[in-house]
T-cell receptor
């Protein structure tokens, strides 16, 4: 089945740690995105990539980093510089500008 | 920048019709999308309007008025399973090919 896989589903981070969230897609989509969702809020764009080896900052990129070495993969690293990382993280991909497909999300909690 | 406004919560009864409005401010408008998200789940695509008018997909319809920077999602014959959050989203300004989402409308369907 084609789709987007995010892992892990739940992640706990200690203060000062970097953690990496995985996002893999087998839809052959060029574009991939990372969004952050806080309780009762909409989705805010962290980073996006339209093509391999290229990515751009979104609205809330500070404290995050990404890479796009393969078409299928777009991992997100939450660094210690991100002061309030507890949130629900959603990865998406798209082949057009009209429809995005989302993974099931990673819920990150700082302990 | 871009901004979208939608009501935070709407309540309706099973079998009824409900309309969720969305007004937007954006440069370089390309189209308005709607997504559904159940609690803890991934957003899923519902509809897209690039031109003025009504698009119908089964029980769901979406309307766009570009001159009014306004759109709505119409849900007919409401079912309990329609209880979810609904987000409108716009394609960003020219050169930034990513969706900007509204803060979402939580729909509660009551028996």
């Amino acid at each position: 089945d084609g789709g987007i896989t995010q892992s892990p589903k739940y992640l706990f981070r200690k203060e000062g740690q970097n953690v990496t969230l995985s996002c893999e897609q087998n839809l052959n989509h060029d574009a991939m995105y990372w969004y952050r969702q806080d309780p009762g809020q909409g989705l805010r764009l962290i980073y996006y990539s339209q093509i391999v080896n290229d990515f751009q900052k979104g609205d809330i990129a500070e404290g995050y980093s990404v890479s796009r070495e393969k078409k299928e993969s777009f991992p997100l690293t939450v660094t210690s510089a991100q002061k309030n990382p507890t949130a629900f993280y959603l990865c998406a991909s798209s082949a057009t500008d009209t429809e995005a497909f989302f993974g099931q999300g990673t819920r990150l909690t700082v302990v | 920048g871009q901004s979208l406004e939608q009501p935070s919560e709407v309540t309706a009864v099973e079998g009824a019709i409900v309309q969720i409005n969305c007004t937007y401010q954006t440069s370089g408008f390309y189209g308005l999308s709607w997504y559904q998200q159940h609690d803890g789940g991934a957003p899923t695509f519902l509809s897209y309007n690039a031109l003025d008018g009504l698009e119908e997909t089964g029980r769901f319809s979406s309307f766009l008025s570009r001159s009014d920077s306004y759109g709505y999602l119409l849900l007919q014959e409401l079912q309990m399973k329609d209880s979810a959050s609904y987000f409108c989203a716009v394609r960003d300004q020219t050169g930034r090919r990513a969706l900007t989402f509204g803060s979402g409308t939580r729909l509660q369907v009551q028996p």
